[in-house]
Nanobody
C-alpha cells in the first residue's frame, strides 16, 4: 500500500517562506517520479514541480526561481522549499508519485496514481 503524507503547510505573509515535506511509504522506490501539485479554490489542479529518478527537476513557470524541489536518495522523502511567496501561491498542495517515463511539472495529474491528502498554504498580502 503506497502512502504519501504531506506536512509543513501554513499561513505566511507575502515574501515569506515555507517548506513542505512529503513522507513516502516503503512501497515508493527511488525510480518513481515525484511531484508537487496545487489546487486553488475554483481552479484546476496544476503541476508545480517534479523530480525524476536521476534527480532532474522541472518547474512551472510561475514558480521558477522561487521554489526548489528535492528528495532523498531513497526516494522516501520529498521536499518543496518555497521562497518569495505570493498571494497567488495560496492553494492546497499535494504530493504525488508514479512510475512514469514523462516526469515533468507539466505532466498531467491523471498520470499520477499515488497522492497525499494535501496541505494548505495561505499567503496573505
Amino acid at each position: 500500500q503506497v502512502q504519501l503524507v504531506e506536512s509543513g503547510g501554513g499561513s505566511v505573509q507575502a515574501g515569506g517562506s515555507l517548506r513542505l515535506s512529503c513522507a513516502a511509504s516503503s512501497d515508493i522506490y527511488s525510480n518513481y517520479c515525484m511531484a508537487w501539485f496545487r489546487q486553488a479554490p475554483g481552479k484546476e489542479r496544476e503541476g508545480v514541480a517534479a523530480i525524476d529518478s536521476d534527480g532532474t527537476t522541472t518547474y512551472a513557470d510561475s514558480v521558477k526561481g522561487r521554489f526548489t524541489i528535492s528528495k532523498d536518495n531513497a526516494g522516501k522523502a520529498l521536499d518543496l522549499q518555497m521562497n518569495s511567496l505570493k498571494p497567488e501561491d495560496t492553494a492546497m498542495y499535494y504530493c504525488a508519485a508514479e512510475e512514469i517515463t514523462f516526469c515533468s511539472a507539466v505532466a498531467e495529474d491523471s498520470d499520477f496514481g499515488y497522492w497525499g491528502q494535501g496541505t494548505q498554504v495561505t499567503v496573505s498580502s
